[in-house]
């Protein structure tokens, strides 16, 4: 029996997502704050020379993510997802994802997998305070 990683437990499963990309320890955790039980989707990934794209659709947009691939050096990768002042949650980037990327160099994946329920946490749009002084 081999031992797995702390790091590395969830790069056999398709955790994140509901279903596998194929590539499962590209994205090895997220979460996500939205509005009204929207699960995000994760549309597309586009492997670049310099940069990895994400394209996801959140509950009231869909938004096109750029994550310099040089960020990926060996180790989990935490990017915040952050747009127009909100907060909208993370993406955990896995230890071997400059591997994967320097492997599908110039590669285009288009999906359409929703990310794993249990990682939203829902805000009501119709009831209580969802912004402070401009901040969400």
């Given at each position: 029996m081999n031992t797995i990683s702390w790091q590395?437990?969830?790069s056999l499963t398709q955790y994140p997502l509901s279903r596998s990309l194929g590539y499962d320890s590209l994205l090895i955790d997220a979460n996500f704050v939205q509005f009204?039980?929207?699960v995000p989707v994760l549309k597309k990934i586009v492997f670049g020379?310099?940069?990895l794209t994400i394209?996801?659709?959140f509950d009231h947009y869909t938004k096109e993510i750029s994550v310099p691939i040089s960020n990926f050096s060996g180790l989990p990768y935490t990017y915040?997802?952050?747009f127009d002042d909100r907060y909208v949650g993370k993406l955990v980037f896995g230890a071997d994802a400059n591997v994967i990327c320097e492997n599908l160099n110039n590669h285009e994946l288009n999906v359409e997998i929703p990310f794993l329920?249990?990682?939203v946490k829902?805000?009501?749009s119709k009831s209580g305070l969802f912004t402070l002084n401009q901040q969400y």
């Open positions: 590395n437990e969830t009204d039980n929207f020379n310099v940069n394209t996801i659709t915040k997802l952050k329920v249990f990682l829902s805000i009501p």
